[in-house]
């Protein structure tokens, strides 16, 4: 209903919104929401034409009632290639205008990150900063760099007024800005942000439709359908008489875009008009001049919104006629003026205006747009898409203009890099004299496809240049197929990866060639990620370690995969030799040798985690994801996040261990890789537990297990043990241990490697002792449960000590931490002595955080023992040292609370931060609302209305409250929380 107002493009309402009153409540109610509790996410759908604009006009209104900023931004159908252009039009003017105070708000370095995409930050050179630059990281990931920045730069804007940012029509928008909504929605700006966007459900992206929905209690859907025919009566006024309006309304559907398209006809007999909208709207261009006709299809061909002298040139016109054109089309409600540019007052009002041009004179328009931008020196990004349109076979410099472009935009928006290459491609003769110039543009357009989470494309153009590559062009050859497995196995498709290498391999004459390596060790690759490690050595058996004919890099290459193998096959001396070797030649080797084999070094980084080498492991992966970061490797930079998150966490750096998970699950949802989300979420799971946060490491473990990908593989193993230990760690100790022993295949033919192995058995004997010593009567100490409970546990650290390896320092104390757990109830003085010892091992192999699990377990042993309570005292002191430089909230706040009751005063005092306040409890935020609540004496069902949860989801909590709380009923948890 937009269009039937006259003025600014998105903003005017000054005719009576008609009908509507649901719609507008639910705006009210996000705003308010907003208000006050920060940012919410609203969605409008509705058809073309159904009035979408103009509630969002309604809400800018009602924001600005409100104190709130309002930014505008849409999206357009003929440039729906261009990165980001609904944030950039939303957002660009409004820094442009404010740049000094953006750049000092959000930082030089984040200023500088930003203006790769808004040029109003790029004004008189970008601001420099220590931030990297979208163009120095190819990964891909640069992106989840950039959705960070520009969240945290929507929040700065928002500041303590608030900010309503609104993206319409975003069922156009590119991929870059879909990705950023996804995002935002998952993790929201602070402060008080209303984001709103309008699109039309039959033409958008089914992750649009989703956007309200992952945004959970913040999101908000409206749709908006037809009005009724009461309304359509109010809407056309008295004038209309009733047998006109009747006929209006079933020739519009109730659409209001239409029935104003069809009430502009005036006297026309709507019954005899086709049923659709642009036969209204050609009746109504048919009124125009002939000069304001070319103008408006100039202006169409030109941008959504455009300048006067761009629409000037492709119409062919002076200046002053187009001015005087533009003046008619203003006054017919053509377009509508925006500031010093025009905009159509409609996307339909466009469209039906493009398609009213001859296609040949739209080509034309294209091409002399294009040239225009040329001679002004516009970026190629300007360029491109003119350039699209109007280029024609053979055209190299078209061709150039189009390769700049998609080279340009690589880093942020890596399918509209794609979408270049191809239009390159198309326009690019397949000759002998360019075929070179084609088979590296194909490399470049598989790279990007794969980046942007197009595997299949990537895969399927990687299969393609294997078919134009000569038979006898081996090394290429070779190259191109290990691409090509790779991304296949990034689909979850590892039979058809191997398949693939086998039959390149079997057109060599020679399967040994130093050509033939590459493809052998991604077999070695594959072998490994089926537990199939006699494979994978069979294969490496047959390799040298180097030969004359190899190229740089590739020796370090095959020496990265040998540790891995040897480790699994339990020959530990080997396998540290083999990782001793490798960081050697690793450290010699320059970054520019290492590109092309990150996939094989991946390998030497998880072995040395595994291996407790965790300095070098550190190092390694830092070194790795710098080198994939800058050669655009996105499926092995999420995998050795990944593996980064691993190390940290088992070196009790919780905080770097859960940003870097985070990145990594960006990084995979960003590549669309199943098997990569696998790995993130897994890391994210264990990074969240031990950090206390048991609601988003469950969350994370289930979405992990859920997947569905990478069955009897270690990968989907170790998925499923990280959930089982989260619900351990969250009290869950029956639902845990089913879950752990599931993952271990219960210690028949594990998948999981041997560390997880043997931290296993430590968990599930923390599990057993901690349900023999719960307040539960059934498993008390002295009954049969109990006794069971005892003995389960005794054996877990029978098993840990049969697994121990002595020549790994890093998992010398789990068996002991396992003895200690076993011995907690029948012999406290020597549980208490095991955990000492677990403590000093854990401590000397770096995994400071099971170290100080080992002190409070070592704590609350001394407490049963005579004359302990100094021990104790001593003991639990310095686990929550431990817990609180790790970042192990729920671990502190349980430690401190046994210190507490030993008369130790701890701690600050009391914070009125909701997190803080979680923290000292050893809460989740979630679980001191519903403690709280409680403790105010509500009852489960008013908790749950309050709260918007269901009473099942209220009950879990409150059982998990009741464990941390140490308490069995809901006096006590009012009692602990006055403690």
């Known amino acids: ?121 790029a004004a008189d050179g970008a601001p420099g900063g220590d931030e990297p630059s979208l163009a120095d990281d190819r990964s891909g990931l640069a992106r989840y760099r950039l959705y960070r920045a520009v969240r945290h730069l929507v929040g700065a804007l928002a500041g303590p007024t608030g900010l309503l940012l609104v993206l319409d029509d975003v069922h156009w928008a590119d991929d870059g800005t879909l990705e950023f909504l996804d995002h935002v929605v998952r993790h929201p700006p602070a402060g008080p942000v209303l984001l709103a966007v309008a699109y039309r459900p039959a033409q958008a992206a089914p992750r649009v439709a989703r956007l309200a929905a992952a945004a959970g209690p913040r999101g908000h859907e409206v749709v908006v359908g037809p009005l009724s025919a009461a309304e359509v009566r109010q809407f056309l006024g008295p004038d209309v008489s009733r047998g006109r309006g009747m006929a209006l309304y079933e020739a519009s559907g109730g659409n209001p875009f239409y029935l104003e398209a069809l009430a502009r006809m005036g006297g026309t007999d709507v019954t005899e008009l086709p049923p659709t909208v642009l036969a209204a709207l050609q009746v109504e261009l048919g009124d125009l001049s002939p000069g304001a006709l070319l103008v408006a299809q100039a202006a169409a ?90 280029g024609s076979f053979g055209d190299q410099p078209a061709v150039e203009v189009l390769v700049a472009a998609a080279r340009a935009v690589t880093a942020h928006a890596p399918a509209t890099s794609a979408h270049w290459l191809q239009a390159a491609l198309r326009l690019m003769p397949d000759d002998t004299a360019a075929r070179e110039d084609r088979l590296a543009l194909m490399l470049e357009l598989s790279w990007a496809q794969g980046i942007s989470g197009r595997l299949a494309e990537g895969r399927d153009t990687a299969r393609e240049l294997l078919r134009m590559l000569p038979e006898d062009d081996y090394p290429r050859r070779g190259r191109a197929a290990r691409v090509c497995a790779l991304m296949e196995r990034q ?85 540290l030799r083999y990782a001793e070797i490798a960081g050697k030649l690793l450290a010699d080797a320059p970054d520019e040798h290492l590109s092309e084999w990150l996939d094989a070094i991946a390998w ?69 890789s199943g098997q990569q989300l696998v790995f993130a979420l897994t890391q994210l799971c264990l990074a969240e537990s031990w950090s206390g946060d048991d609601e988003a490491a469950i969350r994370a473990g289930e979405e992990a297990v859920r997947c569905g990908v990478g069955a009897g593989e270690t990968w989907e193993a170790t998925a499923r043990y990280a959930r089982g230990q989260a619900l351990v760690n969250a009290g869950r100790f029956a639902d845990g241990v089913d879950a752990v022993l599931d993952a271990c295949n219960r210690f028949e033919s594990p998948r999981v ?55 790994l320092p ?64 001593e003991n639990l002191r310095a686990a929550a040292e431990v817990f609180d430089s790790c970042g192990a909230r729920a671990l502190k706040a349980r430690t401190e609370r046994e210190l507490r009751r030993l008369g130790v005063r701890v701690g600050g005092g009391a914070t009125t931060a909701a997190g803080g306040e979680a923290a000292r409890f050893g809460l989740s935020p979630r679980e001191l609302e519903v403690a709280l609540l409680v403790a105010e004496g509500l009852t489960n069902q008013q908790v749950a209305e309050r709260l918007f949860l269901s009473v099942r989801t209220v009950e879990t909590h409150l059982s998990r409250i009741f464990t941390k709380l140490e308490v069995t009923s809901r006096v006590g948890v009012a009692t602990a929380l006055t403690r």
């Open 810 to 873: 890093a998992y010398c104390g789990f068996a002991a931490l396992a003895r200690a757990h076993a011995l907690s109830r029948q012999d406290p003085s020597a549980a208490a002595a095991a955990a000492e010892e677990a403590a000093r091992l854990l401590a000397a192999g770096e995994r400071r955080l099971d170290a100080g699990r080992a002190l409070l377990t070592a704590g609350l042993a001394h407490l049963g023992t005579p004359g302990g309570r100094s021990r104790a005292r």
């Open 301 to 390: 061909v030109a941008a959504d919104e455009f300048e006067p002298a761009v629409a000037a040139v492709a119409a062919e016109v002076p200046p002053a006629a187009t001015l005087a054109a533009l003046d008619e089309l203003v006054e017919r409600d053509i377009v509508r003026s925006a500031g010093a540019r025009f905009r159509f007052r409609h996307p339909l009002v466009r469209r039906a205006v493009y398609e009213s041009a001859a296609a040949g004179w739209r080509l034309g328009a294209h091409a002399r747009i294009a040239a225009h931008l040329a001679e002004l020196g516009a970026p190629a990004t300007v360029q491109a898409h003119h350039v699209e349109h109007s």
């Open 604 to 672: 030497l980084c998880w072995a040395e985690s595994y291996l407790g080498r965790y300095g070098e492991a550190l190092r390694h992966f830092d070194r790795a994801a710098a080198v994939a970061r800058s050669t655009g490797q996105t499926y092995i930079l999420t995998n050795l996040l990944a593996g980064r998150a691993k190390t940290l966490v088992a070196t009790g750096r919780l905080a770097e261990a859960r940003a870097t998970a985070e990145e990594s699950v960006e990084g995979a949802r960003l590549l669309d």
């Open 491 to 575: 689909l979850d498709r590892p039979q058809e990866a191997r398949a693939l290498l086998l039959d390149e391999l079997s057109r060599m004459p020679n399967p040994r060639a130093a050509a033939a390596v590459p493809m052998r060790m991604r077999l070695v690759a594959e072998s490994m990620m089926r537990v199939d490690f006699r494979a994978a050595q069979a294969v490496l058996d047959l390799m040298p370690d180097n030969a004359d004919d190899w190229e740089p890099g590739l020796a370090v290459a095959v020496a990265a995969l040998r540790p891995m193998p040897a480790l699994a096959a339990r020959r530990t001396d080997d396998a």
């Open 1 to 121: 209903m937009d269009g039937r107002t006259a003025g600014p493009v998105v903003t005017g309402t000054s005719v009576p919104l008609v009908g509507r009153r649901d719609a507008l409540t639910a705006l009210r109610g996000a705003m308010a929401a907003s208000r006050r509790d920060g940012f919410q996410f609203l969605a409008l759908a509705g058809e073309p034409g159904a009035g979408k604009t103009r509630l969002l006009g309604e809400l800018a209104a009602m924001a600005g009632g409100d104190g709130f900023t309002s930014l505008w931004g849409r999206a357009a159908e003929y440039e729906q290639m261009l990165p980001y252009s609904a944030l950039v039009d939303a957002l660009d003017d409004h820094l442009d205008a404010r740049r000094e105070e953006v750049v000092r708000t959000v930082g030089s370095g984040q200023a500088a990150l930003l203006s790769g995409v808004f040029p109003g930050l």
């Open 753 to 807: 490697d041997p560390g997880t192995l043997l931290q296993a058995c430590e968990t599930l004997a923390y599990a057993d002792a901690s349900r023999e010593t719960s307040t539960g009567v059934d498993a008390g100490a002295g009954t049969e449960a109990g006794t069971e409970a005892a003995a389960r546990a005794a054996q877990w650290a029978a098993l840990a000590v049969r697994l121990e390896e002595p020549r």
